[in-house]
């Protein structure tokens, strides 16, 4: 199984600040369609998860410009240019390159 | 509205069984891969399975294999879950997802899950 580790597992952020978050695997995630199945959601407080950005790097429809998604292979990264009060919850890479389709732990973002 | 609603869930003892249902609308069920992802609680997310457009093409998560049975209704817009011998290990929030699809070649698979429910528990516990 393709292990995904997130990292930080936490972290604080001040409004309007950027933030972060590393995400990587086990194994490289470019499939044999030269595609690379990598996403990543948010799951906010008492809510299912939502997709924010889809094969690395592309957001979904309706995710506000401040969100992006970079990396290739074994790394990538979520990036939040200003954080804002409506970006709390658990931010979760996920990969389904190959089954199983598995997530990484978590990171779980809160405002200073 | 593109919804889906998920139904079945509560407590059963270990070594019991129960059957989750999925209700969708608001999209063409038939044109979709559905998933079953899991969430203990307090913890993070897990991939249960999956089921192509038209049941031909299943996939479980190894812990799943041999006691839950992922199913569908084209007819009815809905998708199953039949889980056996639950464990205590099972207890979680169960939500299913619409799966966007990618195909390269004549192979197609789940892509993105780009639609959720909002859950169901399941507990299990004596």
């Known amino acids: 199984d393709i292990v995904m580790t997130q990292t930080p597992l936490s972290l604080s952020v001040t409004p309007g600040q950027p933030a972060s978050i590393s995400c990587k695997s086990s194994q490289s995630l470019l499939h044999s369609d030269r595609k690379t199945y990598l996403y990543w959601y948010l799951q906010k407080p008492g809510q299912p998860p939502q997709l924010l950005i889809y094969?690395?790097?592309n957001r979904f429809s309706g995710v506000s410009d401040r969100f992006s998604g970079s990396g290739s292979g074994t790394d990538f990264t979520l990036k939040i240019s200003r954080v804002e009060a409506e970006d709390v919850g658990v931010y979760y890479c996920?990969?389904?390159?190959?089954?199983?389709?598995?997530f990484g732990q978590g990171t779980r973002l809160d405002i200073k | 509205e593109v919804q889906l609603v998920e139904s079945g869930g509560g407590l059963v003892q270990p070594g019991g069984s129960l059957r989750l249902s999925c209700a969708a609308s608001g999209f063409t069920f038939s044109s979709y891969w559905m998933s079953w992802v899991r969430q203990a609680p307090g913890k993070g997310l897990e991939w249960v399975a999956d089921?192509?457009?038209?049941?031909?093409?299943?996939h479980y998560v190894d812990s799943a294999k041999g006691r839950f049975t992922i199913s569908r209704d084209n007819a009815k817009n809905s998708l199953y879950l039949q889980m056996n011998s639950l464990r205590a290990g099972d207890t979680a929030v169960f939500y299913c997802?619409?799966?966007?699809?990618?195909?390269?070649?004549?192979?197609?698979?789940?892509?993105?899950?780009?639609?959720w429910g909002q859950g169901t528990m399941v507990t299990v516990s004596s």
């Open positions: 094969a690395v790097s």
């Open positions: 089921i192509k457009q038209d049941g031909s093409e299943r």
């Open positions: 996920m990969q389904s390159t190959q089954f199983p389709i598995t």
């Open positions: 997802a619409r799966a966007t699809e990618s195909c390269f070649r004549g192979d197609c698979g789940p892509d993105a899950f780009d639609v």
